[in-house]
């Protein structure tokens, strides 16, 4: 551990408050070495082994004197020898004036590289865990915004009488440290902590500093280096060869043979024998093939060899398991160096492949949806495949989706930069269990920030996931808090679920276009009922705020006979039911917004009643029609459908009920919870747009509202 007045030289060199201070050899010299600084004193011992002075004893605070220094150093000495530990010499300080303790620290991710953490410090670090991090670099605006996020906020802004603290001092400390140019960008991180920062009216001073560099030898990856490359033939390949596929016992590239064959894509079997393989023709080498898409699917240990062999083919995909994931790292390096040597792009292994209905691409079987504006990047093929399936069903349509497994060549980091410029992409999910280049995942997020709205869902966050990650796909994600800072600095939204992803993805695919502003106002119309009380509650969790009602509405809305046996309240109750007036909600609706323009609107049936009062799904699509009507009526508002008790209707109605929405660009959710974790993410997109210089979302726009056509609804 480097002395701590070497630290406090540092910080001082870089503009940070540190308190006066001075050195001493041994208890001798320290009341020469004080005599210049004013009381009361700090006391210090420094060496090795001294890594948490306090819990040594080896910290004296409100000494009176340097001659009390000198007398405590003495005392000091004799403790510390007694347990064992040599005090290399002794740091004597003015003592800080009281304030705000807090914890301020830089440290090196594995997955995304240096960090900034912020929060309550002193004694309380531990107990409290109020922090706030963010990938370095970071601005002053991102710091100001660190510190706004901590539950003890109030307490430097000034609670109950008290001063706030000097918040200016503070920015620019965690700037100084963590900003353009910062210590963060100098130090071999190690570990870097202040802790406390004592922040007052009268600034932000750090009163004791702990650097533990990196131990000599060990290895600080750095992220692959490679030219720029155009993924298109991989999600649009104009021929695909297939390794694996056997003559006798039908296998995982036996059915791809049959996936590409139902698909229409020109396909050819590699086989050192046969001369076609279940209808398709084959060859004896990769080379011979013909393909820009070559998809592996042999043993572990022979998938290298035939890498080898695919030079002149742009990407190959390794289907099979069996590397790093199970512990052969020294599979997953040959296999990477193969590519190489061959010149081709790797994606895999341990992956599923690519889906692209524009493309013809596939690694699920049955019919492909309709070609859309959405992309996903998964590190889990599994998972991919049910986001394709189930999305489809409730509206998503795909532009590209890709597994890129152990990500040994080909990452997402620099598939997110292609997509942003793909003409074909507007909308982009990522789940992740190890971003393994984090760095320039980070900034490739960073670049799309306010222009392609994101969702990403990552696996391992807690302590049991990273566990399960482990044995999935052979990485460790990083600390939950750290993904969570990604996200906050990216303008990209957090999900916790696959069907919280799939509604994100589906309102962004909806209203990303829309030209709405990411304020937190939601109105929410509906049932009476206890749904929407618990919608409330719902809303609350998520961040986002039901405004009452403006007052000039309450007379056309009671006008329409909206309020008799109720209250005129933001949730709004309307009778909605088999034998209701299916046009209220669109004259509800469109009296609030012309007079307070809500950003969001939740709307919200109990299909159940449809189904136990009446015995037709007319009411209900009549319903849809009027609520899609107030959205052709209102460009500025997005709106979003929640169909509680769906299960109850017949089968097909919630397919019709979905078509209607989606005609008008409206996303339909099963529950309250799903809408709001989308509005929530909505909101956070256009509040990311507004903040980007010259934002705006990008993609070409399939319809009026910019939503492709077919069903749109999420969870």
Same mark, same amino acid.
């Given at each position: 551990?480097?002395?701590?007045?070497?630290?406090?030289?540092?910080?001082?060199?870089?503009?940070?408050?540190?308190?006066?201070?001075?050195?001493?050899?041994?208890? @001798?010299?320290?009341?020469?070495?004080?005599?210049?600084?004013?009381?009361?004193?700090?006391?210090?011992?420094?060496?090795?082994?001294?890594?948490?002075?306090?819990?040594?004893?080896?910290?004296?605070?409100?000494?009176?004197?340097?001659?009390?220094?000198?007398?405590?150093? /003495?005392?000091?000495?004799?403790?510390?020898?007694?347990?064992?530990? #040599?005090?290399?010499?002794?740091?004597?300080?003015?003592?800080?004036?009281?304030?705000?303790?807090?914890?301020?620290?830089?440290?090196?991710?594995?997955?995304?590289?240096?960090?900034?953490?912020?929060?309550?410090?002193?004694?309380?670090? #531990?107990?409290?865990?109020?922090?706030?991090?963010?990938?370095?670099?970071?601005?002053?605006?991102?710091?100001?915004?660190?510190?706004?996020?901590?539950?003890?906020?109030?307490?430097?802004?000034?609670?109950?009488?008290?001063?706030?603290?000097?918040?200016? /001092?503070?920015?620019?400390?965690?700037?100084?440290?963590?900003?353009?140019?910062?210590?963060?960008?100098?130090?071999?991180?190690?570990?870097?902590?202040?802790?406390?920062?004592?922040?007052?009216?009268?600034?932000?001073?750090?009163?004791?500093?702990?650097?533990?560099?990196?131990?000599?030898?060990?290895?600080?990856?750095?992220?692959? #280096?490679?030219?720029?490359?155009?993924?298109?033939?991989?999600?649009?390949?104009?021929?695909?060869?297939?390794?694996?596929?056997?003559?006798?016992?039908?296998?995982?590239?036996?059915?791809?043979?049959?996936?590409?064959?139902?698909?229409?894509?020109?396909?050819?079997?590699?086989?050192?024998?046969?001369?076609?393989?279940?209808?398709?023709?084959?060859?004896?080498?990769?080379?011979?093939?013909?393909?820009?898409?070559?998809?592996?699917?042999?043993?572990?240990?022979?998938?290298?060899?035939?890498?080898?062999?695919?030079?002149?083919?742009?990407?190959?995909?390794?289907?099979?398991?069996?590397?790093?994931?199970?512990?052969?790292? @020294?599979?997953?390096?040959?296999?990477?160096?193969?590519?190489?040597?061959?010149?081709?792009?790797?994606?895999?292994?341990?992956?599923?492949?690519?889906?692209?209905?524009?493309?013809?691409?596939?690694?699920?079987?049955?019919?492909?949806?309709?070609?859309?504006?959405?992309?996903?990047?998964?590190?889990?093929?599994?998972? /991919?495949?049910?986001?394709?399936?189930?999305?489809?069903?409730?509206?998503?349509?795909?532009?590209?989706?890709?597994?890129?497994?152990?990500?040994?060549?080909?990452?997402?980091?620099?598939?997110?930069?292609?997509?942003?410029?793909?003409?074909?992409?507007?909308?982009?999910?990522?789940?992740?269990?190890?971003?393994?280049?984090?760095?320039?995942?980070?900034?490739?997020?960073?670049?799309?920030?306010?222009?392609?709205?994101?969702?990403?869902?990552?696996?391992?966050?807690?302590?049991?996931?990273?566990?399960?990650?482990?044995?999935?796909?052979?990485?460790?994600?990083?600390?939950?808090?750290?993904?969570?800072?990604?996200?906050?600095?990216?303008?990209?939204?957090?999900?916790?679920?696959?069907?919280?992803?799939?509604?994100?993805?589906?309102?962004?695919?909806?209203?990303?276009?829309?030209?709405?502003?990411?304020?937190?106002?939601?109105?929410?119309?509906?049932?009476?009922?206890?749904?929407?009380?618990?919608?409330?509650?719902?809303?609350?969790?998520?961040?986002?705020?039901?405004?009452?009602?403006?007052?000039?509405?309450?007379?056309?809305?009671?006008?329409?006979?909206?309020?008799?046996?109720?209250?005129?309240?933001?949730?709004?109750?309307?009778?909605?039911?088999?034998?209701?007036?299916?046009?209220?909600?669109?004259?509800?609706?469109?009296?609030?917004?012309?007079?307070?323009?809500?950003?969001?609107?939740?709307?919200?049936?109990?299909?159940?009643?449809?189904?136990?009062?009446?015995?037709?799904? #007319?009411?209900?699509?009549?319903?849809?029609?009027?609520?899609?009507?107030?959205?052709?009526?209102?460009?500025?508002?997005?709106?979003?459908?929640?169909?509680?008790?769906?299960?109850?209707?017949?089968?097909?109605?919630?397919?019709?009920?979905?078509?209607?929405?989606?005609?008008?660009?409206?996303?339909?959710?099963?529950?309250?919870?799903?809408?709001?974790?989308?509005?929530?993410?909505?909101?956070?997109?256009?509040?990311?747009?507004?903040?980007?210089?010259?934002?705006? /979302?990008?993609?070409?726009?399939?319809?009026?509202?910019?939503?492709?056509?077919?069903?749109?609804?999420?969870?």
């Amino acid at each position: 551990m480097i002395p701590e007045h070497e630290v406090k030289a540092r910080l001082r060199a870089a503009g940070v408050a540190v308190p006066r201070g001075v050195t001493a050899a041994g208890p @001798e010299r320290v009341a020469e070495a004080a005599a210049g600084l004013a009381p009361p004193l700090v006391l210090k011992a420094y060496g090795p082994g001294l890594v948490h002075k306090s819990d040594a004893g080896a910290v004296r605070l409100g000494l009176a004197s340097a001659a009390d220094a000198a007398e405590a150093a /003495a005392a000091m000495r004799e403790r510390l020898a007694a347990l064992g530990v #040599e005090a290399a010499g002794f740091l004597v300080e003015e003592q800080a004036a009281p304030g705000v303790e807090l914890i301020v620290g830089l440290v090196r991710d594995p997955g995304f590289g240096p960090v900034i953490l912020a929060g309550l410090g002193g004694v309380w670090a #531990e107990v409290m865990r109020d922090t706030a991090v963010r990938v370095c670099p970071i601005d002053e605006a991102g710091a100001r915004e660190m510190l706004a996020s901590l539950r003890a906020f109030p307490l430097l802004s000034g609670h109950r009488g008290t001063p706030a603290v000097d918040l200016d /001092a503070l920015a620019g400390l965690l700037v100084r440290l963590g900003g353009p140019g910062g210590l963060w960008e100098e130090l071999d991180l190690g570990e870097f902590e202040l802790n406390p920062v004592i922040a007052s009216p009268g600034g932000a001073v750090a009163v004791d500093a702990r650097h533990l560099p990196v131990p000599p030898g060990t290895a600080v990856p750095d992220g692959p #280096e490679r030219a720029d490359t155009d993924f298109t033939a991989l999600f649009e390949p104009k021929k695909v060869a297939v390794v694996g596929a056997s003559t006798t016992r039908p296998n995982f590239g036996n059915m791809f043979l049959e996936f590409y064959k139902l698909t229409g894509v020109p396909v050819v079997a590699v086989h050192p024998e046969a001369e076609e393989i279940a209808g398709v023709p084959a060859v004896p080498t990769p080379g011979d093939a013909g393909a820009d898409y070559l998809l592996v699917a042999v043993p572990a240990a022979r998938c290298a060899g035939v890498v080898r062999q695919a030079a002149g083919v742009p990407f190959v995909q390794v289907m099979s398991g069996g590397f790093g994931e199970l512990d052969h790292p @020294e599979l997953e390096r040959e296999l990477a160096g193969a590519a190489r040597e061959a010149g081709t792009r790797l994606l895999g292994p341990n992956c599923l492949g690519v889906y692209s209905p524009r493309g013809r691409q596939t690694f699920v079987g049955g019919r492909q949806g309709p070609p859309g504006s959405v992309a996903l990047i998964s590190q889990s093929g599994g998972l /991919a495949g049910e986001v394709i399936k189930v999305g489809e069903r409730r509206g998503l349509a795909f532009s590209r989706v890709v597994t890129v497994g152990n990500s040994a060549d080909v990452t997402a980091a620099e598939l997110v930069r292609w997509l942003a410029a793909d003409p074909e992409t507007s909308v982009a999910g990522l789940y992740l269990e190890d971003p393994r280049d984090g760095r320039a995942l980070f900034e490739a997020l960073m670049a799309v920030r306010g222009r392609m709205p994101v969702a990403l869902l990552v696996g391992g966050r807690s302590l049991q996931g990273r566990r399960a990650a482990a044995s999935h796909t052979g990485g460790l994600a990083g600390d939950g808090r750290v993904w969570q800072a990604v996200a906050d600095q990216c303008g990209a939204t957090l999900v916790s679920s696959q069907d919280d992803l799939i509604g994100a993805l589906a309102y962004f695919q909806a209203h990303a276009a829309r030209p709405v502003p990411g304020g937190p106002g939601v109105l929410v119309i509906g049932p009476s009922g206890g749904a929407s009380v618990l919608a409330a509650d719902v809303l609350d969790g998520a961040g986002l705020v039901l405004d009452p009602l403006p007052e000039p509405v309450l007379g056309a809305l009671s006008a329409l006979g909206v309020g008799i046996g109720s209250s005129l309240a933001n949730p709004l109750e309307i009778p909605v039911g088999p034998r209701a007036w299916a046009g209220l909600v669109r004259e509800a609706i469109t009296a609030i917004v012309s007079r307070l323009p809500y950003p969001d609107v939740i709307a919200h049936v109990n299909t159940q009643s449809f189904f136990t009062y009446g015995d037709a799904a #007319e009411p209900l699509y009549a319903y849809t029609r009027h609520l899609a009507e107030a959205q052709a009526l209102l460009p500025g508002t997005r709106i979003a459908l929640v169909t509680r008790n769906g299960e109850c209707a017949p089968p097909g109605v919630e397919d019709e009920v979905r078509a209607i929405a989606a005609a008008a660009g409206i996303p339909v959710y099963r529950s309250v919870e799903g809408a709001a974790a989308a509005v929530a993410a909505g909101k956070r997109f256009a509040r990311a747009r507004a903040d980007t210089p010259h934002g705006q /979302a990008t993609g070409t726009p399939h319809g009026p509202t910019g939503t492709p056509h077919g069903p749109v609804t999420g969870t």
